[in-house]
């Protein structure tokens, strides 16, 4: 039965709900990406409250007293993983929406009970006669506040403990009570159970609407409540189980918001699927087709990591429920629009990045597609064995396999197993993994991470100086180095920067009296900065002052590499769009290389407008700046760009280019872009699927490259003669010179083997009444052969032409037949199917005209010896 006072769409009840929080004096916040910023703890935004996290515990100013917003959230990890449930019931989802206001010292229970109540009952007409609330048994100021702000009879305001009603960030940190509303369905849909009704995880009676909690009290780390000075009020509702009961639905998955991805559904089945056939599935389908939709949208690609690897993990749940469905081919990316339709009127962002997230959708499900027929196939098998030896658990090396070799995430095993009444081994599993980690690991016993340096050293201060006096701290080995050998030595103050951040370490030199050595690599240990060196004069010992100095022309061709790098980086975002973002990177003094998110090859007009920005950039000569020790909250709030799987600190180094580029990074760059010289892309590749590299090179280096490809041109202009000649056009003159030879020499063979065939022809036997012509035609390819064919057609009656050729490696039959013998029912298909099986080959075709082919070997050689005996053998046979 249709509740409330209207029918609403998805989108007027967002608006609804945020118009009325404006109305009682809230400020709407916009809710943020599904890729939170600044909390490490999280993979996505999984509450409307991530956002306002800092602000809860004293880190971050609160953006308003009052406060609502709209937030989309993905749960799909931790202790708020609904994956596994999700397609097996009408409320379970990955991705959905979460309406909600807070208070910050603002207003407290009454006003928060005041206005969720107001808003439920007036705004969206629910009968207040079927809202219940639960409580805190022992907030009574909750329990009294409900019937005296609501009219709400104190018998549907039930007590529950902390379990039900207690909210807590953390084990420590800000916590409170909370009151939640139900809504009851009525005695249809089960018992009332008024003891404890709303709470009872087995009713299907109750749908839980609202969660308002009070938040009062910091956990001590010793289990103790002290009051907050500030309280604050944060609520939580679920939207889509609203919005299915105002719509008058069963279910979240039979709202607008999942029918229009269903029906697209449906389309692609031709009819040979309802929902009403496989609920599961298309539960399933259409809420992970959501979250993939929404987070690649947000920046986020597959992978096998991070937040990457969970969007695998959804897609190829999703594929394999295709599969199942009888879709073989790619189909998720066919739906994706529907989404975007659905969703596009609140969310913008999602009509810019339509054609990425279908590109992104489709190479994955592509890559995936290659595996999962032969993942099924090894499942089915592995079922099989199980069940016949009265087995109930799919062995932990099988769920490996599936996962080492096919790409099957644990938890789609899992799920295939439930299926069949089966269960995993994931301990079993587990071991495996360990196992395969143990043999990854470096093994190497002069690796650096099994170096003993003492503690002490290694502070670098090669932002400011390339050069500077110095003491070694301690050498690996410890006695010291000495000449003529590698080691690692750190140093109390080191100029070398050491390799991290896709930027190569330094090299260069330390020195002292009578002591000569090359810095080789620098890198980062728990110790500070370790110097590999070569010792070419005296030893080097712990205690030696010496002078240690940075390469400074390589140093400077590496800065100048990295700040293109970021050229480059805001460059692909303008021209392909906002979806862009760094995968991976190398800097290096010789060239640059950028792996970066994008779902098709880059065409030659986007390379060349990406490298025309740079090269504009550079021309402004705008100024890099960089900031040290910037809090990392204030840095994103201006804009600066981190990348997931990077670790950064509370405090960070933005590097910028204003009016183009600013970063989080830690590496050394020009101080004017200019200095960067002339850039130039050599080439654009894939190296996965939705994860593009570009090569490129700039200043110097690229300089050095012009002039080797000059001297090169100029030998090759040497090569090629004609003195004072664009090199360009003589190679293109003699280029056509060599095709108007090569159909000289096409020709010449043509008419020479015309020629031939009429000479072979002209002395043919007659075999019952068939002019038998078979000869190999000494230099001749497939082409010639074919030739030869049409002549023997066009010219002579009642014949048979069968003709070879070898290479170094083949040989090729040809077998024509005149009409008139075709009409006979002469088949020159069967008569090279038989060259074929005496050569040892394969062949066949049309009745006129077949081939076949072989390799060379001794048994094709003895069929080209004597291959008019062997043709007339398969001529008598086909007229008998």
């Given amino acids: 039965m249709m509740e409330g006072n209207r029918h609403m769409t998805s989108h007027e009840l967002r608006r609804s709900f945020l118009d009325y929080f404006r109305g009682v004096g809230h400020t709407i916040v916009p809710g943020t990406s599904l890729v939170p910023h600044g909390d490490p703890t999280l993979l996505f935004s999984n509450a409307g409250m991530n956002q306002f996290k800092g602000a809860f515990l004293g880190e971050a100013a609160a953006p308003a007293p009052r406060v609502a917003t709209v937030q989309k959230c993905l749960r799909v990890s931790g202790k708020h993983n609904d994956l596994e449930e999700v397609g097996t019931d009408e409320h379970h989802h990955t991705f959905f929406e979460m309406l909600g206001n807070w208070s910050f010292a603002d207003y407290y229970k009454a006003e928060a009970i005041q206005f969720a109540w107001t808003y439920l009952t007036r705004e969206l007409g629910l009968d207040p006669g079927r809202l219940w609330a639960t409580v805190h048994k022992d907030d009574h100021e909750a329990r009294d506040l409900w019937p005296r702000v609501t009219g709400i009879p104190p018998a549907r305001v039930l007590p529950f403990g902390d379990k039900d009603n207690f909210w807590e960030m953390g084990e420590v940190g800000p916590c409170g009570p909370c009151t939640e509303i139900h809504y009851d369905l009525g005695p249809a849909h089960g018992p009332e159970f008024p003891s404890s009704g709303p709470n009872d995880g087995t009713s299907h009676r109750w749908i839980e609407l609202w969660n308002l909690v009070f938040i009062q009290f910091r956990r001590g780390s010793d289990g103790s409540l002290t009051p907050l000075t500030d ?58 087709v959501r979250a993939l939709t929404f987070a690649i949208a947000d920046g986020v690609q597959p992978a096998n990591d991070g937040r990457g690897y969970v969007l695998r993990r959804i897609l190829r749940r999703a594929s394999r429920y295709g599969r199942k469905l009888g879709l073989a081919e790619p189909f998720l990316h066919r739906l994706s629009p529907a989404v975007v339709k659905t969703m596009v009127a609140d969310y913008p962002e999602l009509r810019a990045a339509a054609s990425h997230i279908e590109g992104v959708i489709e190479g994955e499900e592509r890559s995936f597609a290659a595996t999962l027929d032969r993942g099924l196939a090894l499942f089915q098998r592995e079922r099989g064995v199980v069940r016949s030896r009265g087995g109930s658990v799919i062995p932990g090396d099988i769920v490996f396999r599936l996962y080492d070799t096919y790409g099957f995430p644990p938890d789609l095993t899992h799920l295939m197993a439930r299926e069949e009444g089966l269960d995993v081994d994931m301990d079993g599993f587990a071991a495996r993994m360990d196992q395969q980690r143990a043999l990854s690991r470096r093994t190497a016993s002069d690796s650096l991470e099994e170096a003993s340096f003492r503690t002490g050293g290694g502070c670098f201060v090669g932002y400011e100086a390339l050069e500077t006096d110095t003491t070694v701290v301690s050498t690996e080995p410890a006695r010291g180095i000495p000449q003529g050998e590698e080691g690692w030595l750190v140093v109390q103050e080191s100029p070398f920067y050491a390799e991290g951040g896709g930027q190569v370490s330094d090299e260069g030199a330390i020195s002292a009296d009578g002591v000569e050595a090359r810095v080789l690599q620098a890198v980062h240990t728990e110790d500070g900065i370790a110097l590999r060196s070569r010792v070419e004069k005296g030893d080097i010992r712990p205690g030696l002052a010496v002078h240690a100095a940075v390469d400074r022309r390589r140093r400077i061709r590496v800065q100048a590499h990295h700040t293109a790098t970021h050229l480059l980086h805001a460059a692909l975002r303008h021209v392909l769009g906002a979806h862009v973002r760094q995968a991976g990177s190398l800097v290096a003094p010789d060239r640059l290389r950028f792996d970066f998110t994008h779902f098709q090859a880059m065409n030659s007009d986007e390379i060349l407008r990406v490298q025309d920005m740079v090269n504009g950039w550079v021309d402004d000569d705008r100024p890099v700046t960089i900031r040290t020790e910037v809090p990392i909250e204030e840095a994103r709030s201006a804009g600066a760009m981190a990348f997931f799987g990077e670790k950064y600190g509370e405090r960070v180094r933005v590097v910028a280019v204003p009016g183009v580029s600013m970063e989080l990074c830690g590496g050394t760059h020009m101080d004017h872009t200019a200095r960067i010289g002339p850039f130039r892309i050599l080439s654009e590749s894939g190296i996965a699927a939705g994860t593009r590299r570009i090569e490129a090179v700039s200043g110097m280096a690229l300089l050095e490259r012009a002039t080797l490809l000059e001297d090169r041109i100029e030998a090759i202009a040497s090569v090629l003669g004609g003195r004072g000649e664009d090199p360009v056009e003589r190679v293109q003159r003699l280029r056509d010179r060599a095709k108007e030879l ?30 038998l012509g078979a000869a190999e035609f000494e230099g001749a390819g497939r082409a010639e052969l074919r030739a030869a064919g049409d002549v023997a057609r066009e010219v002579y009656a009642r014949a048979v032409l069968v003709a070879a050729a070898r290479t170094e490696t083949d040989v090729h039959f040809l077998v024509a037949v005149s009409d008139d013998l075709v009409r006979e029912g002469v088949h020159a298909g069967r008569l090279a199917a038989g060259l074929a099986l005496a050569s040892g080959g394969k062949g066949g075709g049309r009745p006129h005209l077949a081939e076949a082919g072989a390799h060379l070997s001794e048994q094709a050689l003895a069929v080209l010896s004597s291959l008019g005996h062997t043709a007339e053998g398969l001529i008598r046979e086909a007229r008998s």
């Fill in 742 to 771: 090569e159909g000289e020499l096409a020709h010449a063979k043509a008419a020479a083997v015309r020629a031939s065939v009429r000479r072979v022809l002209d002395g043919a036997s007659d075999i019952q009444g068939i002019r």
């Fill in 231 to 288: 309280r604050f009020v944060d609520t939580g509702m679920g939207f889509e189980r609203l919005l299915a009961l105002l719509q008058g639905v069963e279910g979240n998955y039979r709202t607008d918001l999942f029918t229009p991805i269903m029906d697209a559904l449906r389309r692609l089945l031709d009819g040979n699927h309802t929902v009403e056939s496989d609920p599961v599935a298309f539960r399933a389908i259409a809420d992970h």
